[in-house]
């Protein structure tokens, strides 16, 4: 029988996002063979998130929707009580601002079932505007999740390493021996309105040190809805140093997988004094833009999202001095991890 699939839909205020997304969970193309179901676990929210989407979805949902609240702030709270309450093998996280193709269930289940060793899959982000986008947008999509890999279905475990949060889907098998084992997301990522960001690669990093594998595939095609709020400059100002910021609580994963290379050892890379002074490094190289704000501000300026990610990036290492190294050693000693060193021609 196909894996079963949980559509789990980590929700903050959502009300006003989840009419167009819920819409197209409704459309979907699914045979009878594969089971599924929508969560929607209700972060907290005030604008009766929770209500509207059972009123919504009674009009035409074609399969059980089930509203859970998780009252501790912070979407890796609301991720962690999906994978609790899922039914389903499959556990396919889609934002509240996703619209994901008609056969989206379907080809999840399908991906996931055509290798057991698959711990997680994504597919192509494609960005809905509000308004017209500002000429700099296709340039540093990436930054929202907006985007793709390659033109055909790949394994990314070694390449790129990491696959877009939104439409993330995970076996919960393989999460499910990551937290039994005692692995502990040490990313809060978004929490309200708050721009924090990178659990999803970091439970990407962790199912790759515990062998499982991470699948891309172009199919699996959502639409990301970008409100005008978000193309604005300096919304992607404070989105870059956030992503900064989220890379010094990855730097462990990178650093238990990568050989000794260049003659560098593990002992240098991870070390802060070593990491802070290649970031100062990095951040002279933007030249002004490292220094006055105002020179952040000029749209379309590489430079400055360049400098805003080092910023946030050095900020979160000056935060981390106390226990930067022992993090490293504890993902590097992790009794969930399997994997000791990534291929030569792909570590990463």
């Known amino acids: 029988m196909p894996f079963g699939v949980s559509v789990t839909i980590c929700c903050y205020n959502s009300a006003r996002r989840l009419g167009a997304t819920l819409a197209h969970l409704a459309a979907q193309v699914v045979s009878d063979s594969i089971p599924w179901e929508v969560l929607i676990i209700d972060n907290n929210s005030n604008d009766g998130t929770g209500d509207y989407a059972k009123e919504l979805w009674a009009k035409n949902g074609r399969a059980p929707l089930r509203v859970i609240l998780e009252p501790r702030i912070g979407l890796a709270h609301a991720r962690e009580r999906g994978f609790e309450d899922a039914k389903h093998e499959i556990v396919s996280f889609v934002d509240d601002d996703n619209w994901v193709s008609a056969e989206w269930v379907s080809l999840v289940s399908e991906v996931m079932e055509s290798d057991r060793a698959i711990g997680a899959c994504g597919g192509l982000c494609e960005a809905v505007f509000e308004t017209p986008p500002p000429l700099w947008f296709s340039r540093f999509q990436g930054s929202y999740a907006v985007g793709g890999v390659t033109a055909t279905a790949s394994d990314v475990t070694w390449t790129r390493g990491f696959l877009f949060g939104a439409g993330l889907s995970i076996r919960k098998q ?43 595939d172009p199919r699996l095609c959502l639409k990301h809805f970008m409100p005008s709020a978000r193309l604005d400059w300096n919304y992607l100002r404070r989105l870059r140093r956030a992503l900064g910021a989220s890379t010094v609580g990855l730097d462990a994963y990178t650093f238990a997988t990568r050989r000794n290379r260049w003659g560098v050892s593990k002992l240098i890379l991870g070390n802060w004094v070593f990491q802070t002074v290649m970031t100062l490094k990095e951040l002279a190289s933007c030249g002004a833009a490292a ?28 935060e981390s001095r106390a226990d930067y190294g022992r993090r490293a050693q504890k993902i590097c000693q992790a009794p969930w991890r399997k994997v000791q060193c990534a291929p030569f021609a792909q570590a990463s």
Do not use: H, V
Not at 190 to 216: F, H, M, P, Q, V
Not at 308 to 313: D, I, K, Q, T
């Open 174 to 216: 393989a999460w499910m021996e990551l937290r039994q084992a005692g692995f502990l997301p040490g990313l809060s990522d978004r929490k309200g309105n708050a721009l924090a960001s990178g659990g999803d690669t970091e439970i990407c990093r962790a199912l790759r040190l515990a062998n499982w594998k991470l699948r891309y």
């Open 291 to 318: 220094i006055y704000p105002s020179k952040r501000g000029l749209e379309g300026n590489e430079k400055a999202l360049q400098a805003e990610f080092l910023l946030g990036r050095l900020n979160a290492l000056l």
